[in-house]
């Protein structure tokens, strides 16, 4: 299953989710992108990462395109599914749409990022799970 993962920034939650996704399900079938991608990848998530042994460091935020949204099988917003922030929401067919209503990490100190990870990875495993890997 071809899955994206979508935020604003695309420098932490998405970034955690799509890394956690290709760990979990042992295949690189997970991208991740932003409506308006960093700069960079969050320092916060790329150490929340590094202690669980994943390294993020190297990623970089990307813009969210109509091909990858195409070749998606199913789209997860991080808690961005807005009219303002994600065009996503004005997609006809919102069937492979889901949104996970993640808190943003954002200026919040690195114990609420583990948290913020610690919950994406939760539901990462499930939804590897459901997919049967």
Known sequence: ????????GNSARSQIA?????????????????TQPAEKVSPKAVEAMRE???????QTPKLLTQEMVEKAEKIITMGCL??????LFLLED??????????????????????????????????VGEEKY
């Open 1 to 8: 299953m071809k899955v994206l993962f979508v935020c604003v």
């Open 52 to 58: 669980i042994g994943t390294d993020i460091s190297m």
């Open 18 to 34: 799509e890394a956690l996704f290709n760990k979990i399900a042992g295949k690189k079938e997970a991208q991740s992108a932003g």
């Open 94 to 127: 919102k069937s492979k749409i889901e949104d996970w209503k993640i808190e943003d990490p954002r200026g919040k100190p690195i114990e609420k990022v583990r948290k913020i990870r610690d919950e994406i990875k939760r539901m990462v495993e499930k939804l």
């Open 82 to 87: 807005n009219s303002a922030s994600c065009p």
